[in-house]
């Protein structure tokens, strides 16, 4: 086991039970930002270095600062948010159903690893000029309909967060 | 060098917590955030096969997600901005109007 994918794995998921369990939102969404960070550290281990790249970029940069936007408007600060959850049953549930997943996910991929050949990597693999490479050639018709969602959403949220409720 | 059922399990371990968080909390917000994170442990599987595999296809898909997951947090807080104007409040468990 490599220390590099312990260090950032253990630093993911101990972030990501962070986000789940705290109290506030400010705090879940930074325990998010790290997640990220340590996802990106992962994606260049695993010869991905433009994902890496966007994983900061969009996804710790642009997607949280929306959500630390929308906290930010939303959260009052004598709003008494989160309540201490009255019905224990739904947190039971959630939880045995979360770990019961876990559990089916690990135990039904554990064996893949023998269906899928592990390859070696050609040369130039993951470099930003071959996925480059792939989307305006191959996937030139998924890349004009993903814009065109892209503006399907912009326009939406103007709409909806413009309207008066 | 960590293999690739290394990253199937910590890929799965971040999407169960997802699926804990979504069914656990009641702030709105933080549905959100399990949503995303369950949005990036599918994006760490798909690029861990990718290098598994060879195939340049897996990477792709992944920014494919993430421009889904850009429309998806603009129009789902845009939805939510007017939630809180209806209900004044981000707690899942005020939104019942279709409750009866």
Known sequence: MDYYFLLFAI??????????????????????LTVFIALAALYLHLHAP??????????????????????????????????AQKNISYRAMG??????????????????????????LPEGFGKPSQIGDLFFRKYILHFEISSVLLLVALVAAIYLAKKRA | ??????????SCILFGL???????????LILFMSVELMLNSINLMLVAFSAS????????????????AAAEVAVGLAILICLFKHAKSVDVNRFNLLKW
Do not use: C, H, W
């Open chain 1, 11 to 32: 630093m993911a998921v101990g972030a990501g039970i962070f986000t789940i369990t705290v109290k506030d939102a400010l705090p879940s969404a930074l325990g998010l």
């Open chain 1, 50 to 83: 433009l994902i890496a790249i966007f994983q900061v970029s969009i996804y710790a940069g642009a997607i949280l600062v929306l959500v630390v936007f929308v906290i930010m408007l939303l959260i009052t600060p004598d709003e008494a948010l989160e309540t």
């Open chain 1, 95 to 120: 939880a045995i159903l979360g770990v019961y997943l876990i559990a089916l996910l690990i135990i039904g991929l554990k064996g893949i690893n023998q269906l899928v050949a592990q390859k070696s």
């Open chain 2, 1 to 10: 060098m960590a293999g690739i059922n290394d990253y199937i399990i910590l």
């Open chain 2, 18 to 28: 997802g699926v804990i968080g979504f069914l656990t909390r009641r702030n709105a």
């Open chain 2, 53 to 68: 595999m060879a195939d340049m296809g897996g990477q792709v898909m992944v920014l494919f997600i993430f421009a889904v």
